[in-house]
């Protein structure tokens, strides 16, 4: 990518390593967080959506990433734009906490400027979340997928090309 | 008119974890009422035997991503009974410091995220951000104030890593803690407010004469340490708890119940904490209290809502003080606790009411049982009666707005219910199997 000064951009993975394929979020952001991409801040998140709000608040790019329960083969990546697209809330039947990411996107918007102007979320297909289980698919394989689509996202960040775009469903 | 009526609620809303509700109405009373949990046994006594007595804090820890430092303060102080170790006052300062972050945090989220919208008519908080955005963010400005003391003292605010027997891996120099200030002298003015808005809520008149169970101390509002002391004269040890108190399994929920031996069902949490220590409360606290109308006592569970607010006026007022007296020595580091053969126990204050740890260890250091009663499953019961006694009165309301009556009751009590299921004993009968 060329060498310019880039608006940074804050890469939040969330999940629980804990959780079986809950674990997606944390170790995906701390794969991307092995490149060192110099503009890109990766944060881990462990808790509930009410302390996600403040993570993105003031940042203009922000990408989160989390298992989701979409049916169909665990271990596929699907991705949203939150500022275009309605957010599925039926992703997240399952939640530890009170307060899931539905919730804490729904009470953003309705916040003053407390969604980021470009935000985009990648999805983890999971299937298993018991409090001690084994991921069901290779993580491992899924974050060299996992950082081309980043880096082809922050590339589209740089110069916007329609193959470039996120859109729904798609890895 | 039906005879009889059942009302099921299959999935709580606005409370942490997976609960249900039951309630059966016959003959226009109702005959039963009941809290049914239906999160999976999470068997941590169980996986607990054979670890090391220092994997406990972090261990435990995992029950709850909301609590996590009300177990890791019970599994500390657990421990160090068995050795018989105190802690140094600069230790102990920081160990409520960092309680009383859990207790912002933890009550700034029910208050405004769960507990409010139904004082206010609305569904959830995403509709009532809408129309009260200001308060919303206040709220949010809480749960990062608590979360900022969890961090900087914790390692991390979920499942905090620096907590250890005997103190802390790493103790936070006074340049390290600075930046706090500012932001609990803004989150004390954000708790103020808070207690004024949820002072005026529009409550029913329901009050019932509960048995308030908790902690007291000899000269503070109690977090960590104290004696265990019951609205009908109880005053003991917390050696003495076991002998007190027992958990009892039922067939409709995984989480056990609790109760007090010759009194029957009782109640944990900030009502218990607030009607049992007032007397130990700062006049500032009092002056609060004052002027949102509860007193000095209460007994109505909706009012609930005030007295954690006035907890988290009272955390960031302790906090303050903490953080205005600290000042360790450079060379100070917590010692290293020596592992001897024996038991022991410690309760605390989680947020939700008293947390009782026991552990046993073996002369390798090696635990060899473990006990943990958290406050929601010990409230089971008293949540219980509180939905019969709210429910009646709103037995002409269509099934959906009676649900609606009976989801609030319960979520006066914050229930946790994910941390209610520590353990489940399983017993398998095969007399029909041998027998044949």
């Known amino acids: 990518m060329p060498d310019l000064v880039r608006e940074p951009v804050r890469l939040i993975g969330l999940g629980n390593l804990f959780r079986g394929d809950d674990a997606a979020g944390i170790v995906l952001a701390e794969r991307i967080r092995r490149e060192k991409i110099p503009w890109l801040e990766v944060l881990l998140h462990y808790g509930d959506g009410a302390s996600l709000i403040p993570l993105w608040d003031k940042i203009k790019r922000v990408i989160l990433v989390d298992a989701v329960c979409a049916g169909g083969t665990s271990g596929r990546l699907i991705c949203f734009d939150l500022q275009k697209e309605a957010f599925p809330e039926n992703l997240f039947s399952v939640s530890s906490h009170s307060l899931g990411i539905p919730e804490a996107l729904q009470i953003a918007k309705k916040l003053h400027q407390k969604l980021p102007a470009e935000f985009i979320f990648f999805g983890v297909t999971a299937e298993r979340f018991n409090l001690g289980s084994k991921p069901s698919f290779n993580m491992d394989s899924l974050g060299d997928l996992f950082v081309r689509r980043i880096k082809t996202q922050l590339a589209n960040w740089l110069d916007p090309k329609e193959e470039n775009r996120c859109t729904s469903l798609r890895s | ?436």
């Not at chain 2, 049914?36 to 991503?65: H, M, Q, V």
Request: with cysteine.
């Open chain 2, 1 to 436: 008119m039906k005879k009889t009526r059942t009302i099921k609620i299959d999935t709580l809303a606005r409370v942490e974890g997976e609960g249900s509700l039951f309630l059966r109405v016959k003959n226009g009373k109702i005959s039963s009422a009941r809290l049914k949990i239906f999160e999976p046994p999470r068997f941590f006594e169980a996986f607990l035997r054979g670890r090391s007595y220092e994997e406990a804090p972090d261990l435990t820890s995992r029950i709850c991503g909301i609590c996590p430092v009300a177990y890791q303060m019970s599994a500390v102080h657990a421990i160090e009974d068995i050795f018989g170790f105190q802690a140094s006052p600069l230790v102990r300062s920081l160990r409520r410091l960092l309680y009383c972050g859990e207790w912002i945090e933890s009550h700034a989220l029910h208050v405004y995220l769960l507990h409010a919208p139904d004082f206010l008519g609305y569904d959830g908080a995403a509709e009532m951000a809408g129309d009260y955005p200001s308060e919303v963010e206040r709220g949010l400005q809480l749960k990062k104030a608590g979360n900022a003391i969890l961090e900087m003292l914790g390692g991390r605010s979920v499942h905090p890593i620096n907590v250890r027997v005997g103190g802390f891996y790493r103790i936070p120099s006074r340049k390290d803690i600075l930046p706090l200030v500012e932001i609990l002298k803004k989150a004390r003015k954000a708790a103020i407010e808070t207690v004024r808005w949820t002072a005026s809520f529009p409550f029913p008149d329901f009050e019932r004469d509960y048995l308030f169970v908790s902690l007291r101390h000899t000269d503070e509002y109690p977090m960590n340490e104290g004696r265990v002391v019951s609205g009908n004269g109880l005053n003991i040890p917390v050696k003495e708890f076991s002998r007190h108190f027992e958990e009892q399994q039922v067939s409709h929920s995984t989480a056990l119940h609790s109760v007090f031996k010759g009194s029957g069902i009782y109640f944990a949490g900030p009502l218990a904490r607030y009607n049992l220590n007032y007397d130990l409360l700062p006049p500032s606290i009092k002056k609060a209290a004052g002027d949102s109308g509860v007193g000095s006592s209460c007994r109505n569970p909706f009012k609930s809502v005030i007295v954690r607010s006035l907890e988290i006026l009272y955390a960031c007022e302790e906090a303050l003080e903490i953080l205005t007296h600290y000042d360790p020595s450079p060379s100070f580091s917590s010692p290293r606790v020596k592992g001897v053969e024996g038991e022991g126990c410690a309760i605390t204050e989680a947020p939700r009411g008293i947390l009782y740890h026991h552990y046993r260890v073996d002369r390798d250091g090696l635990i060899q049982s473990a006990t943990i009663i958290p406050p929601t499953s010990q409230n089971q019961k008293v949540m219980e009666e509180d939905l019969a006694a709210w429910a009646g009165r709103f037995l002409d309301l269509p099934d959906e707005k009676l649900r609606w009556k009976c989801e609030q009751a319960i979520r006066n009590y914050d229930p946790c219910l994910s941390c209610s299921t520590h353990y489940l004993k399983l017993h398998v009968d095969r007399s029909d199997v041998a027998d044949a």
